[in-house]
């Protein structure tokens, strides 16, 4: 077994017990274990990680009915190896002998001796009859945690549920969004298809930066259901607009683009920063002012109101589990809950900062029911001077199955499945008559 095998499945052992055991971000995680490997193994670290965690629930069954007992909690690290060889020989076609000798070399360089006879024994059992086992797996929601099944189950219905717990299990396709809205012509620069909503997609990438038109500026990578809420924002060429939680700044450059008089404002001057490098890369800057302020108390100086704002707002975000798989294992039951608040400070500083006539656009990447309807209903509520806007089908290439009673856009992972599905998107429209 060489060197850097083992080493590629030791970094990939840190990056699971940062993320599953201080509950950091996969993509803060993965970076400092895995900074010193090559490119490649790199690549491999980084796909038997998201593969492991896209697969966490299936994998921990097989486990278990091979465990004679439960692992205490302090073996996590020998938990995770047992899960990256298990998803390596199940999911990646690794060779079952360098699976389970990888393993056993990554439990002894990172001081888990006492595990290495197990790990052994419980990756060749694996070996032999894991798929047997994963094929009498018939739960479409067995990789979800239970209480987030649940919530989908409640708020769509088992069938739509298991639809939308299918294609959150698939990896993400790449998305990209045209800086001179041209999207024929993206598509034959980079060999892609054209969605029915717009966007372009590419079913295989390499590394992004070396995809053809990245360093030129030509487009930029944003999901075809992220870049919906500015599609139903209508004509804002010449018009002021609000990007009220711009960072990184996908909408901030669909909006530039379009010839829009932009004020993007964020809270996080790191995320701004990428605002800012998107923008230098797109050449679209100069139509943009960035301010970095807390939305729910930030009023311009000049006191003027704005045609157009948009709130994208901070959310669970369990509808970009697709391209977040380590999303769903840190999340909490309660999490979606404890962001209304601030959810209703930024709608009341939209609806503050809305012109006579102006529209306003309110979004979340999450597919739990509080985080979008019950926001827009309570704002309602509070505001009697604005009004729903209800969407149509037919509108940016959204069907009628996209659309709720109301007139909101209620996007689901299961949607365009056929084209490779999408991220899971709430979006209002309201104006201020
Ligand atoms: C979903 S992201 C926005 C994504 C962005 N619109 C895009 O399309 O690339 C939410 C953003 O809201 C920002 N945010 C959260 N609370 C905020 C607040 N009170 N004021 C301003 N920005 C806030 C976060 O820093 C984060 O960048």
Not at 155 to 162: C, L, M, V
Request: charged fraction near 25%.
């Amino acid at each position: 077994m060489t060197e850097t095998a083992t080493a590629t499945r030791a970094a990939a052992l840190d990056v699971m017990a940062a993320v599953l055991d201080e509950g950091r971000p996969l993509d803060d995680a993965f970076d400092p274990p895995t900074r010193a490997l090559g490119p490649r193994d790199r690549a491999f670290a980084r796909l038997l990680v998201a593969t492991t965690l896209r697969r966490l629930g299936r994998l921990d069954r097989i486990l278990k009915g091979f465990l004679d007992k439960p692992l205490p909690k302090r073996a996590s690290g020998a938990r995770h190896l047992l899960r990256l060889g298990a998803a390596q020989m199940l999911f990646l076609g690794t060779p079952a002998h360098a699976a389970v000798a990888t393993a056993v070399e990554a439990a002894r360089r990172r001081q888990l001796h006492p595990y290495a006879g197990l790990i052994n024994a419980v990756l060749r059992k694996i070996a032999r009859e894991g798929a047997q086992r994963l094929a009498e797996i018939d739960d479409p929601f067995a990789d979800l945690p239970p209480w987030l099944a649940q919530s989908w189950v409640e708020a769509y219905g088992p069938e739509t549920a298991a639809a939308m717990a299918r294609a959150s299990s698939c990896e993400a396709p790449l998305d990209l969004t045209p800086t001179d809205g041209d999207a024929q012509a993206l598509a034959q620069l980079v060999g892609g298809v054209v969605l029915p909503t717009g966007s372009v997609r590419l079913k295989a990438s390499g590394a992004i930066p070396d995809l053809p038109g990245f360093r030129e500026g030509k487009w930029w990578v944003q999901d075809t259901a992220a870049a919906q809420p500015v599609r139903l924002a209508g004509p804002v060429a010449g018009r002021r607009v609000l990007d009220l939680c711009a960072a990184p700044g996908g909408k901030t450059l669909q909006l530039a683009s379009a010839g829009a008089r932009v004020v993007a404002l964020d809270r996080s001057e790191p995320r701004l920063a990428r605002v800012r490098e998107n923008l230098d890369r797109t050449h679209l800057g100069e139509a943009v002012t960035l301010v970095c302020a807390d939305a729910t108390t930030w009023a311009p100086a000049d006191e003027a109101l704005f045609d157009v704002v948009l709130v994208d707002a901070p959310c669970s975000a369990t509808g970009t589990v697709r391209r977040h798989p380590d999303a769903p294992w840190r999340k909490r039951p309660g999490d979606a809950a404890a962001l209304a608040p601030t959810q209703d400070a930024l709608l009341d500083t939209a609806i503050r900062l809305l012109a006579p006539g102006g529209v306003l656009i309110y979004g979340v990447c999450s597919l739990q029911p509080e985080e979008g309807a019950p926001r827009i209903e309570a704002a309602l509520a509070r505001h009697p001077t604005v009004r729903r806007n209800p969407v149509t089908a037919g509108e940016a290439g959204l069907d009628a199955t996209m659309l709720t009673p109301e007139g909101d856009v209620r996007l689901l992972p299961c949607h365009l499945e056929a084209e490779g599905g999408m991220d899971g998107f709430f979006i209002a429209r309201l104006v201020r008559p």
